[in-house]
C-alpha cells in the first residue's frame, strides 16, 4: 500500500533553517507530484507548493516562495522540504502528500498523506 | 487569514443531516473544482470529495458535495458519532497560481 513517512519532531530558533522528509513506497515516486502543506496550530491548511519529482520542477506559495525549497531524491522516493530563515509563526504541523496526477494542477487532488512532522519555532 | 470561507463550526445529533459551506471568488471556487478533506482530530487529513461531487472508493455516500457559483456545500447525512472531524475546502486559484483552503469547519457530533 502507499505509505508517506516523515521524519520526527523539530524545534528550532529564530532564523534558523528546518528539513523536512518524506519517504515514499508503495508507488512510482516519479510519475506524481508532491505537495506539501502546514496547519499552524488551531487553523487551517496552507499549501506550501509542488515538486514534479520526474524533472524536479517546483512551484511555491507566493508567500512563501523566497524561504522555501522543495527538493526529491528519486533513488530513494524521498521528497524534502527545507524552510529557511524560521519564525515563530512558522510553528506548524508539516505535511507532504501525493498528487493523483503527474502535475498537482487544478484538477488532480492529494490523496496519500505523511503523518505530519511538528516544527516548533522558539528561542 | 483564509482565502477560502468556512464558518468555523457546525453541530448535529445522530441521524440528522448536516451542511458545511465553502465560500470562494471566481479565480477559484467559480472557475476551478472543488474539493473536501476531512481530518479526525490528531491525523492527517484525508479526501472526502474531489472534483466538486466525486467520492474516492471507501467513502460512504453519506457525503455528497455541490457547488453553485462561487460557493460550495458539502452535506452528510445519517450523522454518525465517527463523523466527528474538521472538514477542509480546497481549490485552486488561477490568480495565485497555487492551492488556496479554508480555515477548516469543525463538526460536532451532539
Known amino acids: 500500500q502507499i505509505q508517506l513517512v516523515q521524519s520526527g519532531t523539530e524545534v528550532k530558533k529564530p532564523g534558523a533553517s528546518v528539513r523536512v522528509s518524506c519517504k515514499t513506497s508503495g508507488y512510482t515516486f516519479t510519475s506524481y507530484a508532491m505537495t506539501w502543506m502546514r496547519q499552524a496550530p488551531g487553523q487551517g491548511l496552507e499549501w506550501l507548493g509542488l515538486?514534479?519529482?520526474?524533472?524536479?520542477?517546483?512551484q511555491y506559495s507566493q508567500k512563501l516562495q523566497d524561504r522555501v525549497i522543495m527538493t526529491t531524491d528519486t533513488s530513494t522516493s524521498t521528497a524534502y522540504m527545507e524552510l529557511r530563515g524560521l519564525r515563530s509563526d512558522d510553528t506548524a504541523v508539516y505535511y507532504c502528500?501525493?498528487?493523483?496526477?503527474?502535475?498537482?494542477?487544478?484538477?488532480?487532488?492529494?490523496?496519500?498523506w505523511g503523518q505530519g512532522t511538528l516544527v516548533t519555532v522558539s528561542s | 487569514q483564509s482565502v477560502l470561507t468556512q464558518v468555523s463550526s457546525v453541530s448535529g445529533t445522530p441521524g440528522q443531516r448536516v451542511t458545511i459551506s465553502c465560500s470562494g471568488s471566481?479565480?477559484?471556487?467559480?472557475?476551478?473544482?472543488i474539493y473536501w478533506y476531512q481530518q479526525v482530530a490528531g491525523t492527517a487529513p484525508k479526501l472526502l470529495i474531489y472534483r466538486n461531487n466525486q467520492r474516492p472508493s471507501g467513502v460512504p455516500d453519506r457525503f455528497s458535495g455541490s457547488g453553485s457559483g462561487t460557493s460550495a456545500s458539502l452535506a452528510i447525512s445519517g450523522l454518525r458519532s465517527e463523523d466527528e472531524a474538521v472538514y477542509h475546502c480546497?481549490?485552486?486559484?488561477?490568480?495565485?497560481?497555487?492551492?488556496?483552503f479554508g480555515g477548516g469547519t469543525e463538526l460536532t457530533v451532539l
Open positions: 502528500a501525493s498528487c493523483s496526477g503527474y502535475d498537482c494542477l487544478k484538477w488532480d487532488y492529494f490523496d496519500s
Open positions: 471566481n479565480s477559484n471556487i467559480g472557475n476551478n473544482y
Open positions: 480546497a481549490a485552486w486559484d488561477d490568480t495565485l497560481s497555487g492551492w488556496v
Open positions: 515538486i514534479r519529482p520526474y524533472n524536479g520542477y517546483t
